[in-house]
């Protein structure tokens, strides 16, 4: 086991932990330094390849417990620091703006159906009773328009999704592309 490997593979994975636990990109930086540290300081001590990822993330959650102790937090997180809990509208909108290229870029059918739905904020319910389609019929098309999307940002950017479907961060492919 060579710890070059398992961060590797472990390494987004922790990140979207931590992102889940503490509201400041840097401290995240810095609490997955640390676990870095300590998992090469102590990977001798894994006897079970097969339970490095649950020693992984034990470490990960010590070291956020840790972090809250050293700042006086454990116990007086304010529903304001978190800042997942809410998002905030005026990020939305603004990201709606950098997202209508991308739609745009799409056939127009989807194209159509994507910002009525994404962008203007029509429910498909309300889109399929307007265009005379099926609910499950526009819920098939939103889906696989939203694919085509997927797949031009996929393109462009590395993208990291948590398991609700959220975006952790991203990483732009090459800064050349004109179409990106």
Known sequence: ?????????YRASLK????????????????LQDILIKSYQNLYTVKDIKKVKAWLF????????????????????????LWYEQPDEDVVKQLSHCIVPFINALPSQDAQLLTAIEINGVSQKAYAHQHNI?????????QKSRELLL??????????IDQQGNLMEFQEKSANRKDC
């Open 151 to 160: 797949g031009l940002y996929n393109d462009c950017c590395e993208l990291s």
């Open 1 to 9: 086991m060579k710890v070059e490997s398992i961060w590797r593979e």
């Open 58 to 81: 034990q470490i990960a959650n010590n070291t956020i417990i840790d972090f809250y102790r050293k700042r006086g937090k454990a116990v007086n997180v304010t529903a304001e620091e």
């Open 16 to 31: 979207r932990f931590l992102h889940k636990h503490v509201a400041d990109s840097d401290d995240v930086d810095d609490l």
């Open 134 to 142: 099926k609910y499950s019929t526009l819920k098939s098309r939103v």
